[in-house]
């Protein structure tokens, strides 16, 4: 074989290098034990948190419910009209959501989002626990306006979830959604609290309920409806009931009930079989002009505008009037007709709120008595 010849002066040189190159491995190892030995320190911490969202993730299984529901879809002409209910294999539609054990009044309901119910009968329900135990439904009470069902449960032997204080809730707090994404019964997945109050949230396949939401970007998908909001202490700070996405998946933009108003249409269907809703009596405008913010004299683009006035009403009762501009209801600016909606939905049948009124150019105060109103 040939081997090319060097001066030994290159010899020297290369065996030089190769002496310092292990020297150097050799100082090195010392440094990266003690850069592990310091990532692990600083890795306890964070195994600490790890802990704190494992145990409240534990803590709230018990009380988790997985729902598959079956229902029939009417078919349809390409016009879009519904043509008749088939019942075929093509038109049985599975779909899976998630429920909630909860205590209202010392005895446990499983409550849920409504769209999860959807038009399902009482046998077509199908309930399982963590534990995979069976749950028996014997009655199934809704109500659409707040997106709530609560169902009936035979079994008294069950876990209730450890309810939360909802208003108490800050952006960015750290939260855990447990669910049932795309029927994967079980899953967890952890975010923070994007914003509270929302209102306006883009509508999906079901109509918006009537609650300021919860904001998460913790991910949500199909099947994580009427799923826990979850807070750092394992109570329940909400209820999941939409996701604002463009593909119907995930995309960070999520919303759930808060759990307080959640808690209160459910008492309301135990203990009545309705939610009573409140009452006014009036229509509002879709919009106020710049002219009619003008003529009225108001510099800031709030209120709604009375578009009519239900005759023998609490509106018309305590005086309020076709084209008035209501500002504030009990000291709180209205932004919209939404929020102006969801104010007198929120409060109690029997108050008085206090309705700053512009007229013309003249601030009246008036005060109509609630009344309630059925609401399914």
């Known amino acids: 074989m040939f081997l090319p010849r060097f001066e030994g002066g290159i010899w020297l040189a290369m065996f030089l290098v190769f002496v310092v190159m292990v020297e150097t491995i050799a100082a090195q190892e010392p440094d990266r034990e003690q850069a592990y030995s310091q990532l692990a ?49 093509a038109q049985r539609i599975e779909e899976t959501g998630t429920g909630i054990v909860m205590a209202i009044d010392n005895r446990p309901w499983v ?25 028996t439904v014997k009655r199934i009470l809704i109500n659409s306006d707040f997106d709530i069902a609560v169902l009936e449960i035979a079994e008294t032997d069950v876990i209730t979830a450890r309810l939360g204080d909802s208003n108490s809730v800050k952006t960015a707090e750290h939260v855990l959604v ?49 799923g826990p909001l979850i807070n750092m202490r394992g109570e329940v700070i909400g209820i999941i009931s939409a ?6 998946a995930n995309e960070g933009v999520g919303f759930a009930i808060p759990i307080n108003e959640a808690i209160r249409v459910a008492k309301n269907l135990v203990r009545q079989g309705e939610m009573r809703r409140p009452y006014m009596g009036v229509e509002l405008a879709r919009t106020i002009t710049d002219k009619e913010y003008a003529a009225a004299g108001i510099a800031k683009r709030i209120g709604v505008k009375i578009a009519a006035v239900t005759p023998d009403s609490p509106a018309a009762i305590a005086g309020l009037h076709i084209g008035d501009i209501v500002l504030k209801y009990n000291d709180i ?21 206090t309705l700053t009124v512009a007229r013309f150019r003249e601030t009246l105060t008036l005060r109509p008595k609630l009344e309630w109103q059925n609401s399914q």
């Open 243 to 248: 996701i604002a996405s463009s593909s119907g």
């Open 41 to 89: 320190t600083d890795a306890a911490e964070i195994d600490r948190i790890s802990q704190i969202m494992r145990t409240a993730a534990e803590l709230t299984f018990p009380s988790i419910v997985h729902i598959e529901t079956m229902v029939i879809k009417p078919s349809r002409t390409n016009d879009g009209n519904i043509s008749g209910i088939r019942q075929t294999t």
């Open 333 to 353: 600016e209205i932004e919209d007709d939404s929020h102006f909606i969801r104010l007198v939905a929120h409060d109690e049948i029997g108050n008085q709120p």
């Open 178 to 226: 447990i669910g049932s994404p795309y029927g994967l019964n079980g899953t967890i997945t952890h975010g923070i609290i994007s914003a509270v109050g929302r209102r306006n949230i883009p509508k999906g396949d079901h109509p918006v309920p009537l609650h300021e939401m919860l904001q998460t970007d913790a991910a949500i998908n199909p099947g994580n409806s009427g």
């Open 111 to 135: 409550v849920t989002n409504r769209h999860v119910i959807g038009t399902a009968e009482i046998n077509a329900v199908h309930l399982m626990l963590h534990d995979r135990r069976q749950l």
